[in-house]
């Protein structure tokens, strides 16, 4: 519990209409996308990283935890105030700092909303690819400390891969720089490698600087049906095979096509077993091409149909298909776990297939959809928590899914982290030694254990 | 917290996925979860666990809502949440009484003499503006009252209220359609002119139009402070004034009467009072917008004589938007002689009205307000159209205060001038 001492030296720090104790704001700090619910002591909405600063150096004299909070989109529980203490929104530092056109970098602060810093980049004919499905409320500062990927992951890559330099403040207070400006640098350590993806447990992001590129000049979608799953997956492999990098590579399994088709009617062929949908960006001429080279190659695969969009609402139309999806799970059961494997390309079917057998055997409906271009997998685990059972039993199919991609050589988290949901099952990724190197890391930052505690490993 | 049982399934429904921060004009306001769809749920599911009780900040968390429903329309698991903010609005209402302004928006929207035709008027001829209007009257409790006289921007009142002007029944030719025209407040006391387009719009096209005299406010503001026993007494006198003649359709020209009649009487008072539910069911079923209904009939914006030339741009607003009628107006516009109309960024954001909310958050609302007038000030429109009274009322107060000269027209008005 917080002293009011401590709330009334917090209110010191950031001013008092800042610093939020009534049960209300506690009850909306308490949760995010995982539905999990942990109440906090106070809330806290600092305007600037000497703010923030301050109220981890008082963190540590005074022996209580801070959780950094971005819009509490996680799907792990990155955010949640697990024991109590005080949680840290960033949504105050929501400035676009600069956007640098003759350099392609923008400087911005956490609190910024992904999409907003998108739009506000294409303006400027430049490009910020990551696009998380969250994108439309989802903040900056959450994407890098999550490392937030999506479906044009296939071709530019993640969050981690446009992060050029961060300012953090670490745990103990002071505030540092890492990285830079410059694309090349070798000078120590890379702690801006370190930083992303480490979910709040290592410092707390106030500036980011993101690499930009600019914007593609056309684009094409296309919808390709397939009569199974292996011939989804195998058209994946001989895309890329045939050296064409698309933009993305969404995956629709059967189950999901059902989902979809039950409310909303896709007509789709009766064959219709697993539909990719794909991007390809760039110069207009090439990406003719190489429209044209993608239905040659596919075709002998088992492909149904091929559909090319003439223009943007025809590519909206294609990719409401994937859009439909998440609305149309609840029928099948209202609550669901998503979890976010990844594998090798190649072992996509395989995969599926260790799925549908997991399925069989805990009776419990399983919907796969996700981003085939790099393996990972949204493994929708639907229950109903009503039932009695349902979820323990959901609990031992979703660790029997992570056996199975870590046993084809993936990972049981691709883009959604570990936070709390995903800390029991992290021995079976990482090894002892692994672990305890991670933990050293954060005991050399936060000796006190005050930043985001208990949160993917053990506390 | 009985209340809130009605929506015990729907409360339910909220993964907390987050989706309605994007959505939701509250939020991006104050930027404060209580004051988003998915805090506001969260509340409301607490509230009825029995975790909060209906304090002073369960009743401001619930008053930072617009039930403008852009978080329903966009919300991946359709929960209600402009349903459940009203009915935890009941909630608050029943435990803690109601506000003394809502207590006299209760008293005197339910004033039938007030309400009903040439009352108000005789009580308040004259250049009037609503300053100089009577503490008593509708109008200072239906709007504003603790800004006026600083930098609100208030319309004048019509000299003689739209339903003073003409009989109930105006015939049309045999065989074409009959229909009920429910007014409004708006309407009937400060935007005349968009009655009088309906009327000779309708006409135009031979129906025959019946204007109750006794209908009733549609009992938004009542509604929007959880006072349900009002809105029943409303709804009940409403019904009973549409009833009267068989007409084919129940027409407003107004999103948020339009949006009583059609959502808010079902969802609120057919569900609470399963003996109305049939009747306003029948009711809903024949409520159609004015621009719907137009072009649902056919209405070419034609004629020869079409007037000057008009550069516009179209607000949509909230209670036509979650109706899903947002191209009917644009096509009729778009198809009348004269008339240009570029799109603004974000025309489908709420303005900031949203019933009694801009009472109590006027600086929210403002800000609100803020973004939509800058929008539409950047299209260089000489007029911004749009389909609801109330948000004619925000849009000019938010562009007077920024001094832009941009007019602010109904779609019927801009309609109507290709009558003439
Ligand atoms: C509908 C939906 C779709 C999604 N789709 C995707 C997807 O396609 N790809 C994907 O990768 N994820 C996805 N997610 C998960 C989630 O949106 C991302 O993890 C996102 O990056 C979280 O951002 P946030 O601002 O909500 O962070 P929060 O949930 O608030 O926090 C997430 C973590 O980041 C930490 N954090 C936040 N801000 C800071 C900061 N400034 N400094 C240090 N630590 C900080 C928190 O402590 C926490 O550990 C989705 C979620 C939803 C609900
Ligand atoms: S109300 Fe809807 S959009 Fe908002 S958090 Fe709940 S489920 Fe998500
Ligand atoms: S109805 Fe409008 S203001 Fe109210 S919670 Fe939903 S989006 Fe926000």
């Not at chain 2, 109330?390 to 290709?418: I, P, Y």
Request: hydrophobic share 40%; aromatic share 6%; with cysteine.
């Amino acid at each position: 519990m917080l002293t009011s001492s401590i709330i009334d030296q917090l209110k010191a720090i950031i001013g008092p209409e800042n610093v939020a104790t009534d049960r209300q704001d506690l009850l909306c700090y308490g949760y995010d996308a995982t539905q999990m619910e942990f109440l906090p002591d106070a809330v806290l909405h600092p305007g600037s990283p000497e703010e923030i600063a301050a109220i981890l150096k008082l963190a540590n004299r005074e022996n209580f935890p801070v959780f950094p909070r971005g819009a509490g989109s996680g799907f792990t529980g990155g955010a949640l105030p697990k024991g109590g203490g005080v949680v840290l929104v960033t949504t105050r530092l929501n400035r676009i700092l600069r956007i640098d056109t003759e350099n392609l970098i923008a400087e911005v602060e956490p609190g910024v909303v992904t999409e907003q810093f998108q739009q506000a980049v294409e303006r400027l004919g430049l490009f910020y690819p990551p696009d998380p499905a969250s994108l439309k409320f989802s903040t900056l500062g959450g994407n890098v400390a999550e490392n937030a990927g999506g479906p044009r992951a296939v071709k530019y890559g993640v969050t981690r891969d446009f992060v050029m330099g961060l300012e953090v403040v670490l745990p103990t207070g002071e505030i540092i720089r890492t990285g830079g400006e410059t694309y090349k640098g070798v000078v120590g350590y890379d702690l801006t490698r370190l930083l992303v993806g480490s979910e709040g447990t290592l410092g707390v992001i106030t500036k980011i600087i993101f690499k930009l590129l600019p914007f593609p000049e056309a684009k094409k979608t296309m919808l390709t049906i397939f009569d199974s799953i292996d011939g989804a997956a195998r058209a994946v492999s001989t895309i890329v095979g045939n050296k064409i990098i698309p933009t993305t590579l969404e995956f629709m399994d059967h189950a999901t096509l059902q989902c979809v088709d039950r409310r909303f009617t896709l007509g789709l062929p009766a064959t219709a077993r697993a539909v990719l949908l794909i991007e390809v960006d760039g110069d207009p001429e090439l990406i003719e091409k190489q429209t044209a080279k993608i239905h040659e190659v596919v075709k002998p695969l088992g492909l149904v149909e091929f559909k090319v969009a003439k223009d943007a609402a025809e590519a909206e139309a294609l990719w409401k298909v994937r859009r439909l999806v998440s609305p149309s799970l609840r029928d099948v059961n209202p609550n669901k776990y998503n979890e976010d494997i990844v594998v090798p390309r190649s072992k996509v079917p395989d995969v599926i297939r260790s799925i549908e057998r997991i399925q069989q055997r805990y009776d419990i409906p399983i919907v796969n959809f996700g981003h085939a271009g790099d393996g990972n997998i949204h493994v929708n685990v639907m229950i109903d928590k009503e039932i009695p059972g349902m979820e323990e039993k959901a609990h031992q199919a979703i660790e029997e899914v992570f056996r199975a991609a870590l046993e084809l050589g993936g990972t049981m988290s691709g883009e959604h982290g570990v936070g709390l949901a995903k800390q029991p099952f992290i021995p079976l990724e990482l090894s002892p030694v692994q672990i305890a190197t991670m933990q050293s890391i954060k005991k050399a930052l936060d000796p006190h254990n005050i930043l985001n505690p208990g949160k993917m490993f053990p506390a | 917290m009985d209340p809130l049982k009605r929506v015990e399934n729907e409360l339910k429904k909220c993964v907390k996925c987050g989706a309605c921060r994007a959505h939701c004009p509250a939020f991006a306001a104050l930027q404060r979860e209580p004051a988003v769809a998915r805090g506001k749920v969260a509340l409301a599911q607490h509230l009825l666990k029995g975790d909060i009780t209906l304090d002073d900040q369960t009743y401001t968390a619930m008053s930072k809502c617009l039930l403008c429903g852009s978080c329903v329309e966009k919300c991946p698991n359709d929960v209600p949440t402009d349903e459940i903010v009203m009915i935890a609005r009941e909630a608050l209402a029943q435990q803690r009484g109601l506000t003394t302004f809502h207590q006299a928006v209760g008293r005197v929207i339910r004033n039938r003499r007030l309400m009903s035709f040439g009352a108000l008027a005789a009580a308040i001829l004259g250049p009037l503006f609503f300053r100089k209007v009577p503490a008593t009257s509708g109008l200072r409790l239906r709007f504003p009252l603790p800004f006026i006289g600083t930098k609100r921007h208030i319309p004048q009142l019509a000299r003689t209220p739209f339903l003073a002007r003409h009989p109930e029944v105006i015939p049309g030719e045999p065989g074409k359609p009959r229909i009920v025209y429910f007014v409004g407040c708006m309407t009937n006391f400060v935007y005349t002119e968009v009655g009088e387009a309906a009327l000779a719009l309708f006409r135009h096209l031979g129906c025959t139009v019946i204007i109750p005299k006794d209908q009733q406010c549609c009992g938004l503001p009542a509604m929007s402070g959880g006072d349900l026993a009002t809105v029943r007494e409303l709804a009940e006198k409403n019904l009973a004034a549409l009833e009267k003649y068989d007409a084919d359709y129940v027409m407003t020209a107004c999103a948020t009467c339009g949006g009583a009649l059609h959502k808010f009487y079902p969802a609120l008072i057919g569900k609470k009072h399963p003996e109305l539910a049939e009747r306003i069911g029948a009711i809903a079923a024949k409520t159609v917008d004015a621009a719907q209904l137009l072009q649902q009939l056919g209405f070419r914006p034609g004629g020869t004589a079409a007037g000057d030339e008009l550069t516009i741009t179209y607000h949509d607003p909230c209670h036509l938007r979650t109706r899903n009628i947002t191209r009917q107006p644009r096509e009729l516009l778009t198809a009348a002689p004269g008339v240009a109309l570029t799109e603004m960024e974000g025309a489908d954001k709420c303005c900031g009205l949203g019933g009694t909310f801009n009472v109590y958050h006027y600086e929210t609302s403002l800000k609100i307000n803020e973004a939509k007038s800058a929008a539409i000030e950047r299209t260089g429109a000489a007029a911004v159209v749009t389909g609801c009274p109330g948000c004619m009322m925000q849009l000019s107060d938010g562009l007077k205060q920024r001094g832009a000269r941009t007019r602010v027209m109904h779609t019927l008005e801009v309609l109507a001038r290709s009558l003439r």
